[in-house]
């Protein structure tokens, strides 16, 4: 089932690709917008063509009128200007593209049943069209009615004029449940639209969908494009356990002990670590917040491994390490160490100018222009301050939740890799995680 959004729907053919990777059998393709375009596409299996098209197409070649980058809509001027001469944009170039990718016969040869959602402005009222009610040379019109956002000319079909089926139902998963499908993948663009109740019912319905896609319904930008591709492939593969992570993509697969979940006696050393150490006059209360925000970045069950990869996740977050990319465990933590040993030099050096301590500090921490916390210095600084004290992890009273896990991470890292170098009878050597 996929959704409508415009130019975001680039997202659904990254999860797609994640479909096809792990063979994931499809029965029945719905989609509304650009949902009927891409689901089409699956229906043709014309993978290589369709990520072809999404990764080449942009604004100007579709609609002969560019688009300001800055906020992802097209120059007001022109494109006024363009609806107003044609009663909106015109769609014919984009016409002639999906007809490189979908082929009518075989879509309709094909094994896998297709729909699609619109709306009817000559009868004021939703259309629903199975690929067997669709008429002989007319499904692309149809993918076009589905699809004619606001903006787009109305696309008219035997004198009836239709436009986008958002208007009646952006995400119909409802129209499979009445049809008896029972697994349902509902892909998301998170784009405005209508979205209606899900019916109750005994289907599975898993949801893909993911907020930071890029772009606007109608910034069509190859660059973008490729973006939400990789998104949505990485959100598919998380969807089915390929990787796990709340807002990072890690594969389970950690083969060296730096990267391993944590142990009964390291979680004894953490906990009395947050408990005794003097700095903190909060007691009880931070330890409750520590779980909550542990628990709040898994599915709410902590075992020693998800508490592992929670914290590992937080951390990388604190130091504002990318997130649309896969990692393994050791390249995650080497991505962290790397930026904890920045952010310490960074401090060691402040610490070395005593004279201009002060000043240095607020040059680094104050933006004077909008007289605010630059907080991206701020957690490097105060991260910097991990471990001074060779015995314990930096913990205080105003210690933030998460400051406090990132310390604690960074501070196991440490611990781990001192014990590492003490089996290994390297005292001189760095474990080449870090």
């Not at 006059?281 to 998800?306: C, E, Y």
Request: with cysteine.
């Amino acid at each position: 089932m996929l959704a409508g959004g415009g130019a975001r729907g680039s997202y659904q053919v990254g999860v797609w690709k994640a479909l096809r990777e792990l063979n994931i059998e499809i029965d029945m393709v719905i989609g509304t917008s650009v949902g009927s375009v891409n689901g089409a596409a699956v229906v043709c299996d014309a993978f290589v063509q369709a990520e072809h098209l999404w990764k080449t197409l942009d604004m100007p070649t579709l609609f002969d009128i560019t688009y300001n980058k800055e906020d992802g809509e097209p120059n007001s001027s022109e494109y006024i200007e363009s609806i107003l001469k044609n009663k909106g944009l015109d769609t014919s170039t984009l016409k002639y593209y999906l007809e490189q990718v979908i082929d009518e016969d075989v879509l309709r040869n094909s094994p896998i049943d297709y729909a699609l959602v619109t709306f009817s402005l000559t009868q004021m009222k939703p259309v629903i069209l199975f690929k067997k009610d669709i008429p002989k040379g007319k499904v692309v019109d149809f993918i076009l009615a589905s699809s004619a956002v606001p903006g787009f000319k109305k696309q008219e079909i035997d004198g009836e004029l239709y436009i986008d089926g958002g208007i009646y139902d952006n995400l119909p998963i409802n129209i499979l449940i009445d049809h008896g499908y029972k697994n349902i993948i509902a892909v998301s663009n998170a784009a405005i639209g209508v979205y209606r109740k899900v019916k109750e019912s005994d289907a599975n319905i898993m949801y893909i969908e993911n907020q930071q896609i890029q772009g606007g319904i109608l910034e069509f930008d190859p660059q973008i494009a490729a973006k939400n591709i990789l998104l949505g492939y990485l959100d598919g593969m998380k969807a089915f356990g390929k990787y796990i992570g709340q807002s990072y993509y890690i594969s389970d697969t950690a083969t060296h002990d730096y990267a391993k979940p944590l142990t009964e006696k390291e979680i004894e050393m953490l906990y009395l670590n947050v408990k005794n150490n003097k700095k903190n006059i909060m007691g009880s209360v931070v330890q409750f917040s520590l779980l909550r925000t542990l628990r709040n970045h898994t599915d709410g069950l902590l075992t020693a491994k998800k508490v592992f990869f929670a914290a590992m996740e937080i951390t990388a977050d604190t130091f504002g390490i990318e997130k649309i990319r896969p990692y393994t465990p050791e390249q995650l933590i080497t991505k962290i160490m790397a930026a904890y040993r920045s952010a310490k030099s960074e401090h060691s050096q402040i610490m070395k100018e005593k004279k201009n301590f002060i000043k240095n500090l607020l040059e680094k921490i104050w933006d004077k222009n909008k007289i605010r916390i630059n907080g991206k210095a701020a957690k490097k600084f105060f991260l910097g301050q991990v471990l001074i004290d060779k015995e314990n992890p930096s913990i205080s009273s105003n210690t933030t939740t998460e400051y406090l896990i990132s310390n604690l991470f960074i501070y196991l890292m440490l611990w781990r890799r001192k014990k590492i170098m003490k089996k290994t009878g390297d005292k001189n050597g760095r474990d080449n995680q870090e």
